[in-house]
Nanobody, 118 residues
Framework: QVQLVESGGGLVQAGGSLRLSCAAS?????KAWFRQAPGKEREFVAA???????TYYADSVKGRFTISRDNANTLYLQMNSLKPEDTAVYYC???????????????WGQGTQVTVSS
């Protein structure tokens, strides 16, 4: 099992930047960021493999968001050129592989709100 705690959300104007963090304790897994807007299904944002740190992105964030992790097992999501449609609760998740399907993840953080104003 792994415990996950997100931080770094907030309110930002369109075109701005935010960096989310996810502190992880317990076993080392591949990790991912998902987001969920009101009334919508949870959607994949980005993932990073535990073994080789290979990264994967949703098309909607490619070129704007960067996922990374440090040696202390903290996960990051650098979000640049934010758009109002990026507004959502962002969750970090952990699993053996960097899946893009949220239903394959058993370990979740509590979520952090990101609001992008136009």
């Amino acid at each position: 099992q792994v415990q996950l705690v997100e931080s770094g959300g907030g309110l930002v104007q369109a075109g701005g930047s935010l960096r989310l963090s996810c502190a992880a304790s317990g076993r080392t897994f591949s990790k991912a960021w998902f987001r969920q807007a009101p009334g919508k299904e949870r959607e994949f944002v980005a993932a990073i493999a535990w073994s080789d740190h290979q990264t994967y992105y949703a098309d909607s964030v490619k070129g704007r968001f960067t996922i990374s992790r440090d040696n202390a097992n903290t996960l990051y999501l650098q979000m640049n050129s934010l758009k109002p449609e990026d507004t959502a609760v962002y969750y970090c998740a952990a699993a053996l592989w960097p899946y893009s399907d949220y239903r394959k993840y058993d370990n979740w953080g509590q979520g952090t709100q990101v609001t992008v104003s136009s």
